[in-house]
């Protein structure tokens, strides 16, 4: 086989690169990020040649050392050693492309330079003369147009060839003779420091004093004094610093070049010019990007992406579904008529009768209550029947889905005295069954719920048929739970997600691939420039209001990379569509006990929004975030419509890349949850003190989960939250099986406290939430609010965990926003559990200093003014004259 | 002396000098506004700020802030 030949892919943003890569590799190949940063590597072999390997080089106007695209992009050229570059160039914008083709040009290796958007520049009447560019630049140069494949191979071939060679590109001799006689000098100082082929690069580098890129060469201190005193010289009888001189000259070469080789027809207003007049117009600009934000946050959350994510849950992975409509409408009538005949109520309602009268319900109770009734079961049924002949229960209380009580035809009932009867205010009239009699007991006892298994073309659910399947080939309980609760339930969250992280990224690589977000930047920037984000942040957010996942991923079209960390560290913080039943059971404890108003669900999602303000201010003032000030020179690029396949392939990396990161990270993680909340020591009454699965064991309780691990690791941590008010067990483990999905918290709530079934709409299940932060008989409303703001705020699921993992690519900031985001939602919980014992116990103690004490930090952080760090810019500047380089 | 920051919208103007030093300088004449250079300012974004220019036959947006970085002269209305 023959050794692989490295060709990097170099050019301007929006010139074409990426359809180039796309079209030339079919791209199946590596996506990555670049090490320690969040700038994205992709790499893939030639699909002509499969020893030939091609790595996309991040889009970058210059190699300037100031932006990490354009640090990394100079670190491959010059200390990788590709065996040969591409420039790509868009021709319609061909003066500033032209400038980064220099520079390229430099860097010591073969270079093959392709014209790209030919066909565009044809359209406007200019024209090109190839030839003479080629020989100017002293490269080969072909005329291609990645988009529609046009000489893509010739390209390739020249590069290949150049690269066979192996003869470096000069480059050009752009300089005046004043400077170029300076660079001579320097080189001529440099000398042998540098490796041969790179002698001008270095020359030009230390010319422009950049202080990272000559670092390698390790320069003497006399060196670095001569080579001062030229540099000195030049900028004396310019009156300009070194840097400006370079860049100046460069332009200045570029537009003889521009006046030998291009042909410009009169300029008219372009298409993409008459689109901006609209886009970005002073009155329409802010309309527009509002409905344009509607509109994905509409078809992304509410009219595809979440029907698609909810389908692929309910059915996929809890209900099963069916093929057949006649059999679904002939399944659902079939169920609401089971509801609608309160069968249970009816049996409870008649054995509570037949119970006042004294018979003995105790063996017919247990008859009903098993799953597969036995011969003796029946027959106590039979023998119970026999007994009650006479007995009919008048007023039947009945229960909605949620078990709820209801009244005046089916409002639920939401206030229970302590034994759980309804207490109704007047006028209002519990909904009843009127009479029972022995019949209608009967007739409930042999009622079937409808079994969708029984109807034409049900398609079983992947855990049901799983647990069917793995029932069938005789495996033990522990494993089928592994299996179905912990491997499918975790992967299954991932795979959820699917359906609208691909609706969201169809609609945003095209949002981007058109030009439209260069221009959200230009409307938005006024005013996320305030608290240290840009405009670009914007769409991240409200992305995660729907779900936090898609939310990271979108951050991936922020250019700039503190921007970038820094918005994927704090979109989370907006309430997802899981955190909404944390949030309508707060509403239902607070409204459902009088306390509250309709205020709190707002509430929650403007603590999100306040939240992460306060912490961008903050941040940005923190050292991770610092440097020098991040310039906003941004180029508007002509609106295009993205090649449908290009557009796909871009869709299609950011969806694969979400599988692979987060799926694997989510499968170790939600099995680790399984194991924690599945086994323990079984120290109920009865039970042997033995550790094991805990459902497996003898007499375990439904509340099995008080025994678990988990239990054990909850009460272990339940400290930290002491100060926060809900110190107890049962919060922290249900906080920490949230991770897993945050709607999680509602359910798991319903095991530990035994509630089965009971959803978030459930008055029992209020009640049984309002009863854990209940002190001494009154609601501890502080407690409860500090618990479900640091729940929305914490780290989020594993999931977007997952995906923050993915996007940042570095242990250390992952682990710095997990840890931010818990300890600023820790934060916030103890203000709020604090302030509310002052005010409403009047209670002062050490957390309530230290809840003031931190309260005052945040005050502090968010109104001093930006601290001075060493700027970097001095730094280049005087570290020429001052560094006795190592 | 005048900055870009003072151009009007539809007023075309030439660049004299940049003053200011490194990310913002650097990017700036990356950005191909050197010395010379005719720059139309083109409009100005709904909330005031930034502004969009034409430069060397392309659309480039900055904010008001840089553009005073940017002395100009031989301001006409293009």
Known sequence: MAETTYIALAGNPNC????????????????????????????????????????????????????????????????????????????????????????????????????????????????????????????????????????????MQQTVDAARDGVATKGVRCFSPEVES???????????????????????????????????LGLSTEQLDAAEEVIAAVEKSRDDDAESIVTGERYDWIATVMDACVKKAPRQLTTSQKIDRVVTNRVLGLPIFAAVMIAVYWVALVAVGTPATDWVNDNLFSDGF????????????????????????????????????????????????ADDRSAADERAIKAFEAEAAGVVARDVPQHDGDGNLTHDGGKVVTKLDSNGNAILSSGQKLDVVKTVTLADFKKAVNAQEPNPHDYAGFVDSVPSAVTGWLQGAGASDAVVSLVVDGVIGGVGSVLGFIPQIFVLFVLLCFLEDCGYMSRVAFVMDRVFRRFGLSGKSFIPMIVSSGCGVPGVLATKTIENERDRRMTAMLTTMIPCSAKLPIISLVMGVLIGADNGAWWVAPMFYFLGIVAIVVSAVMLKKTKPFQGEPMPFVMELPDYHFPSIRSWALHVWERVASYIRKAGTIIFAAAVAIWFLSNFGIAGWKGGDGSFGFLQGMAGAPDTYMDYSILAGVGGALSFVFMPLGFGNWQATASTISALIAKENLVSTFGVLYGLGGATENSVSMWQGFAGMF???????????????????????????????????????????????????GWVVGLLINQLYELIAFGSFGFWTVVAFALFAAILF??????PKW??????ILQSLSEEPVA | ???????????????????????????????????????????????????????????????????QCIEVADIVTA
């Open chain 1, 16 to 155: 074409g690169k990426t359809t180039l890569f796309n079209e030339l590799t079919g791209s199946n190949g590596y996506v990555g990020n670049w090490p320690g940063v969040t700038v994205e590597k992709k790499q893939a072999p030639w699909k002509k040649d499969r020893d030939v390997e091609l790595v996309d080089l991040p889009g970058i106007y210059s190699l300037s050392p100031y932006s990490p695209e354009e640090v990394v992009s100079r670190d491959f050229l010059v200390n990788d050693r590709p065996d040969a570059v591409v420039d790509l160039i868009d021709v319609t914008n061909l003066e500033r492309n032209l400038y980064l083709t220099t520079q390229v040009l430099e860097a010591g290796r073969p270079v093959a330079v392709g014209l790209n958007m030919c066909d565009l520049l044809k359209e406007r009447g200019d024209v090109i003369d190839a030839k003479k560019l080629s020989s100017m630049l002293g490269a080969p140069v072909v005329e291609v147009s990645a988009l529609r494949s046009r000489n893509l191979d010739k390209l």
């Open chain 1, 182 to 216: 300076a660079l001579q000098k320097v080189q001529a100082i440099v000398g042998d420091t540098a490796p041969a082929d790179l002698a001008r690069w270095y020359a030009i580098k230390v010319f422009e004093r950049d202080a990272d890129a000559i670092e390698p």
């Open chain 1, 322 to 369: 069916f093929v057949n409509s006649a059999s679904q409408q002939k399944y659902d009538a079939d169920t609401a008529a089971y509801e609608d005949g309160h069968y249970a109520d009816k049996i409870d309602g008649f054995l509570a009768a037949a119970d006042e009268k004294g018979i003995d319900t105790s063996a017919a109770s247990k008859a009903l209550a």
């Open chain 1, 774 to 824: 209940t002190v001494a008989g009154t609601l501890h409303v502080g407690a409860m609010c500090a618990f479900v703001a640091f729940n929305m705020l914490c780290a989020p699921c594993f999931a977007a965990m997952g995906t923050i993992r993915r996007q940042m690519d570095d242990p250390k900031w992952f682990w710095f926003a997990i840890g931010y985001e818990c300890g600023f």
């Open chain 1, 861 to 866: 952080q968010l109104f001093r003014p930006m």
């Open chain 1, 870 to 875: 060493d700027e970097k810019d001095d730094h």
């Open chain 2, 1 to 67: 002396m005048a900055t870009l920051r003072d151009v009007k919208v539809g007023q075309e103007c030439t660049v004299e000098k940049l003053t200011g030093a490194g990310a913002v300088k650097r990017r700036i004449m990356d950005m191909g506004v050197t010395k010379n250079t005719r720059v139309l300012v083109h409009k100005v974004a709904p909330l005031g700020d930034p502004i969009e220019v034409t430069v060397r036959g392309y659309e480039l947006t900055l904010r008001k802030d840089e553009a």
